[in-house]
């Protein structure tokens, strides 16, 4: 396959250095299918080895690669260099401190995710095999065991940007994935929490999370149906 030249156009920051990021530009050959991990790969390992980034699986799995690739949050490893220009930027998530380059601080991320409790919630004595559940039941939360939580969601929304104490689309679907399971017994427990101010009523249903969700969640339809539930329970 014949190669291209392209310019990678990275923002780059570094604290012990830097007191505002700035961009870099590297010209590199790829082939068209090569993914822009590979090109960042190739930088760090041929040109820069100061280039910071995360990645692991490289196969759109972990969700360690997020970043805004010509404007759009996405996953480093899931795009092809044949769908973008010749002249391609690279920055980190926005609305999360940046650490160095394209690396931010995931904590508050995390927190918001903990604070949904994101593990299954059942007290009653264990059954001697598993709890069984019907497959119309396993199906009504399929959509939402796919996240990997990569945040593009949160960090392309507009009211997390705004407020950062917003629990945050990624958030509110991994609440969604354990509120309509139903060997789960903490759904009114979830709910409580995300009908806070800084729950799911924060959501004004700008649907950039759905766009920039790399698994396909529909992720504004599963927002929408925890404020459903809510009103439903009169919470
Ligand atoms: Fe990533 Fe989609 Fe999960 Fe958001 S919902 S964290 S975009 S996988
Ligand atoms: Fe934000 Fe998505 Fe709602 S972008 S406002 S969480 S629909
Ligand atoms: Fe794992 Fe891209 S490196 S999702």
């Known amino acids: 396959m014949e190669k291209s030249k392209v310019t ?38 041929y040109q820069d080895g100061t280039l910071s980034f995360r990645r692991s699986c490289a196969h759109g799995i972990c969700g360690s690669d997020a970043m805004r690739i010509n404007g759009r949050n996405r996953l480093a ?66 959509d939402t065991t796919k996240c990997i939580l990569c945040a593009c969601c949160t960090t ?13 689309p990624a958030a509110i679907v991994q609440a969604h994935r354990f509120i309509f399971d139903s060997r789960d017994q903490a759904a009114d427990k979830r709910l ?16 950039n999370c759905t766009d920039a969700c790399p698994r396909n969640i529909e992720v504004t339809r599963a927002i929408g149906e925890v404020k459903q539930e809510m009103l439903f329970r009169k919470m």
């Open 8 to 45: 990678l156009k990275i923002k780059r920051f570094n604290p012990e250095v830097d007191k505002t990021p700035h961009w870099e530009n590297y010209a590199i050959e790829v082939e068209p299918t090569d993914r822009i991990l590979d090109g960042l790969n190739y930088i760090k390992w």
């Open 77 to 142: 490893c899931k795009v092809l260099f044949k769908e973008m220009g010749a002249t391609i930027s690279v920055e980190p998530i926005a609305g999360l401190p940046v650490l160095k380059d394209l690396i931010v601080d995931m904590e508050l991320f995390m927190e918001h995710y903990r604070a949904v409790l994101p593990y299954l919630i059942n007290d009653d004595p264990p059954p001697p095999t598993e709890r069984y559940q019907s497959p119309a039941d396993r199906a009504r939360f399929d």
């Open 156 to 168: 392309s929304c507009p009211s997390f940007w705004a407020k950062e104490d917003y629990l945050g």
């Open 192 to 207: 409580e929490i995300l009908s806070d101010s800084d729950g799911v009523w924060r959501c004004r249903t700008i649907f």
